[in-house]
């Protein structure tokens, strides 16, 4: 069984750096990859967040989570030889960088009427499908596996939708 490595950064509690990385893992052990992963994740305040929004995307806003993939993949699937993926270094595929605002995972569960535990576990998830190359650019049918990718791996984790 493949494994996901999880670099935590940013201020939070152990149960809030538990929870990013067991919903990271669960999107990761969804595709039952034969590879082992790595991923960064930043976690920031609503400030944090604009300012990366702002050098990477030259949009001056706050926003959930960011998603920077580092490999070319599409709805879970590698474009990609797997050997032009793996790192030499660490034998793991480095599947990119995920920034998140904790301030705004708090202010939209509160919005959304659940916890701040199923915001922060959704905005992972969903931050993982976009390193693993799902997108919702449209309203069609990409938005629709995506959504259902995220449901999935939610109920997994015991959070689904309410």
Do not use: W
């Amino acid at each position: 069984m493949a494994k996901l490595k999880v670099e935590l950064e940013g201020d939070l509690r152990e149960s809030e750096a538990r929870l990013i990385r067991l919903a990271a893992k669960a999107a990761f052990a969804r595709f039952d990859y034969p590879f082992d992963g790595e991923v960064s994740v930043t976690v920031t305040d609503d400030g944090g967040i604009r300012a990366y929004n702002r050098q990477f995307r030259d949009v001056d806003s706050a926003t959930d989570v960011l998603s920077f993939p580092l490999n070319d993949f599409y709805r879970g699937e590698p474009r990609e030889e797997l050997e032009e993926l793996l790192d030499p270094t660490t034998g793991r595929v480095p599947l990119g960088d995920m920034i998140l605002s904790l301030e705004r995972a708090q202010a939209q569960a509160a919005e959304f009427g659940h916890s701040a535990a199923r915001e922060c576990a959704y905005l992972t998830v969903h931050s993982m499908l976009h390193l693993l190359g799902f997108d919702h650019v449209d309203e069609g049918e990409e938005k629709a596996a995506m959504r259902r990718e995220e449901e999935a791996i939610l109920a997994v984790l015991g959070l689904p939708r309410e």
